[in-house]
């Protein structure tokens, strides 16, 4: 019969078992919730469940009793939360994914430096950044938040911003255009001018 003390634990079911720890705690957490404010709106949140993962610049969460909710959809935001929100975000896309991932523009990896002027990349963007926050934190995704991040958010988004039919399309170093990627005809949820971002 083996000796306990000299079991070896290998790294990857290490990592496994804090992941694992990482989502009990989680689901634990959801459950209370769940079960002491059944009375709260669907996709709302209590304090104790998650971060925050807005552009709010305190990232602290609100007072006891209070609820928190998943920040929208920046289209979907009326000035100035939506100005607030796309300036969080062009300090990230600046700061961290700009000089960090993306190389130098060319014809099959197209970037424009006026990308906040494409609503598409935007929209695109700030899903990515949401995604950031939330795998970046080992409190909500264990170990192997930042691996996920990259397979499912970052590959699939920079393959459609970058493809040479994505919105940057017509812009090239020297050269921006939007217009080429406005629709014909634009659905009705987008004609109110509250949510139109069209530039």
């Known amino acids: 019969m083996a000796d306990d003390r000299d079991f070896e634990v290998p790294m990857g079911m290490f990592q496994d078992l804090e992941d694992l720890k990482a989502q009990v705690t989680q689901l634990t957490a959801q459950v209370k919730a769940l079960t002491a404010g059944a009375a709260a709106d669907p996709g709302e949140a209590l304090a104790d469940d998650e971060t925050t993962a807005g552009g709010d610049s305190s990232g602290d969460r609100p007072d006891d009793g209070e609820e928190w909710q998943y920040p929208p959809f920046i289209l979907l935001l009326d ?37 906040t002027e494409h609503t598409v990349a ?56 939007v217009e080429h ?16 971002r069209t530039r």
């Open 79 to 115: 000035p100035p939360a939506y100005d607030d929100e796309l300036r969080a975000l062009v300090e990230w896309v600046e700061g961290v994914l700009v000089p960090g991932y993306l190389a130098e523009p060319s014809a099959d990896a197209r970037w424009c430096h006026l990308w």
């Open 181 to 196: 990627r406005l629709p014909a005809r634009v659905p009705s949820a987008w004609n109110d001018p509250g949510h139109g």
């Open 122 to 177: 935007i929209a695109r963007l700030h899903a990515l950044w949401l995604a950031w926050q939330e795998c970046t934190d080992p409190a909500s995704c264990g170990y192997t938040g930042p691996s996920v991040w990259h397979r499912d958010h970052y590959d699939p988004c920079m393959r459609e911003l970058r493809a040479s039919n994505g919105p940057f399309q017509g812009c090239t170093k020297g050269e921006h255009q």
